[in-house]
């Protein structure tokens, strides 16, 4: 269950896809930014073990494209989380940066 007190930010970080799916619908920004210009994307990138939560943000909507201030992309912050490298969504996540829409 989704803890209302719970920002996106963090539920993407360890949260369960079922978790962060019941953030979504209940109005959490897929694209919003934290002061270091990182989305909820680029957090679930670096921090997340499980792949299916990156597949569940890019299906809401997540940007593959944005960046962080330091210029960094969800695929680029994923390079340093050897729990998804080589993982469908890591493909699907790098695949994404380029496409004109993500299916």
């Known amino acids: 269950m989704y803890l209302f007190a ?3 930010f963090d539920l993407v970080k360890m949260g369960t896809p079922e978790q962060v799916q ?3 619908k209940s109005g959490a920004q897929v694209n919003d930014s934290d002061t270091l210009g990182q ?3 680029m957090h679930g990138a ?3 073990e499980n792949s299916d ?3 569940t943000l890019l299906n ?3 940007d593959a494209k ?3 201030i330091e210029g960094r992309t969800a695929f680029d912050y994923a390079q340093n989380n ?3 490298k080589g993982t469908k969504a890591y493909w699907d996540l790098n695949n994404a940066r380029f496409s004109l829409e993500w299916s």
């Open 6 to 8: 719970q920002s996106l």
């Open 22 to 24: 019941v953030a979504i």
């Open 39 to 41: 989305t909820p994307l």
């Open 46 to 48: 670096e921090c997340n």
């Open 53 to 55: 939560v990156i597949t």
């Open 60 to 62: 809401a909507g997540a």
């Open 66 to 68: 944005a960046k962080s």
């Open 82 to 84: 050897h729990k998804i």
